[in-house]
C-alpha cells in the first residue's frame, strides 16, 4: 500500500548560500521556545514530497518539536545557479544548513536524521566534526544507510535492485542534461552521459567530474560514510535491514566491525526491512515503524 502524503510542513524558505546559489528548506516550526529541532536529509532524487521525510516532520511534531527538510540542490525542480549538483558525499550544504539552524535559535537542542544518501550525508558530516561538532547537536539517525558506495553502486546493477537504478538514472539523467545546457563549460562528455546504463557509470561520466573527483571509484571512495564512523562524537543511530537491496549484507559486517569500536553508535540492523521499510500493521491501517522508530530514539537521547 502506498504510503499517503500529508503536508507535514507549514513552509518552504530559499536560503542563499555562501557560494551564490540558493537552496530550499522545507520547515515546521516548535510549539514552544527553545524546544527541539529535527533536521532532516533525505535520500537519492528525494523530494519535499518524499513520504518518509513527511513522516519524519509529523513525528517532530508529535513531539512538540520543529523540523526542517534540507532539499538538495537540483531536487526543488530547479537547475543550480551555479555549476555543481548535490551527491553523497557533498557536506558543504549540510554544514551551512545546521549552522543556520543553530544560529536561529542558539542553544536550543538540535537532532538530526538522514535516510539513504542523505543518511550518508550526515554521518561524513559528523565524522569530520569530530570532536567539533556544534554542542547543540545533541544525537543523530541514520537510516538505510550506504556505507559503502562502491558496493551499494554494484549492488544496484543486480536482480531486483536494477528497478530501482532504472529509476533514478532516468532522473538524474534528465537534470545532468538541463545543468550541461545551463553550464556548457562542464568538464564532462554528453555523449558518454547519455550512454550510462548503471549508476556506476552515471557517476563515471557525470557526477565525479562536476565534483573534482578522479572518476566514479574515486568519489565512492571518498565519499562513503563508513571511513568517518569512528569519528563520529554524538550518540548515533545506525538503523538498517540486512535485506536492504542497495547495499550487500557483507557491509553491515563490515559496518559492525568498524562501529564496534564506537560506544557512541548505536547499531540496529534487523532481518527485515528492506530499503526505507519497516511498515507493520494491515493493508487498510499500515504503520510506519521506521520514523517512529527514529523519533523515539532521538527523544529517549534527549532524556
Not at 249 to 272: C, E, K, M, W, Y
Request: glycine share 8%.
Amino acid at each position: 500500500m502506498a504510503r499517503r502524503i500529508d503536508a507535514a510542513y507549514q513552509r518552504v524558505e530559499c536560503w542563499p548560500t555562501p557560494d551564490g546559489d540558493t537552496i530550499s528548506v522545507a520547515r515546521v516550526d516548535a510549539r514552544e521556545t527553545g524546544a527541539p529541532t529535527l533536521a532532516i536529509f533525505h535520500g537519492l532524487e528525494g523530494s519535499i514530497r518524499s513520504t518518509y521525510a513527511q513522516g519524519l516532520m509529523q513525528q517532530a511534531t508529535r513531539l512538540g518539536w520543529g523540523a526542517s527538510l534540507l532539499i538538495f540542490r537540483s531536487c526543488d525542480g530547479r537547475v543550480p545557479t551555479v555549476p555543481r549538483m548535490y551527491h553523497s558525499g557533498e557536506t558543504s550544504d549540510a554544514d551551512f544548513f545546521i549552522r543556520r539552524l543553530i544560529a536561529e535559535r542558539p542553544g536550543a537542542p538540535l537532532f538530526c536524521a538522514g535516510v539513504s544518501l542523505g543518511a550518508n550525508v550526515l554521518l561524513k558530516w559528523l565524522g569530520e566534526q569530530g570532536a567539533a561538532v556544534p554542542a547543540e547537536v545533541k544525537a543523530a539517525a541514520a537510516v538505510s544507510t550506504p556505507f559503502d558506495l562502491t558496493a551499494g553502486a554494484r549492488n544496484l546493477e543486480r536482480g531486483f535492485a536494477q528497478v530501482y537504478a532504472r529509476h533514478f538514472l532516468k532522473s538524474l539523467k534528465r537534470k545532468a542534461v538541463a545543468a550541461i545546457a545551463r553550464h556548457p563549460t562542464l568538464p564532462v562528455i554528453p555523449g558518454r552521459v547519455d550512454a550510462a546504463r548503471t549508476i556506476w557509470e552515471f557517476d563515471d561520466a557525470f557526477t565525479a567530474p562536476v565534483h573534482g573527483f578522479a572518476g566514479a571509484d574515486d568519489y565512492y571512495r571518498r565519499s562513503s560514510s563508513i571511513h568517518f564512523l569512528r569519528d563520529i562524537a554524538v550518540p548515533t543511530l545506525l538503523l538498517s535491514a540486512e535485506d536492504d537491496p542497495f547495499l550487500p549484507r557483507s557491509v553491515l559486517d563490515q559496518v559492525r566491525g568498524t562501529a564496534g569500536g564506537n560506544p557512541l553508535l548505536d547499531i540496529d540492523f534487523t532481518t527485515h526491512g528492506g530499503h526505507v521499510g519497516w511498515i507493520a500493521g494491515q493493508p487498510w491501517s499500515p504503520q510506519y515503524e521506521m520514523e517512529q522508530r527514529v523519533a523515539d530514539w532521538l527523544a529517549d537521547s534527549h532524556e
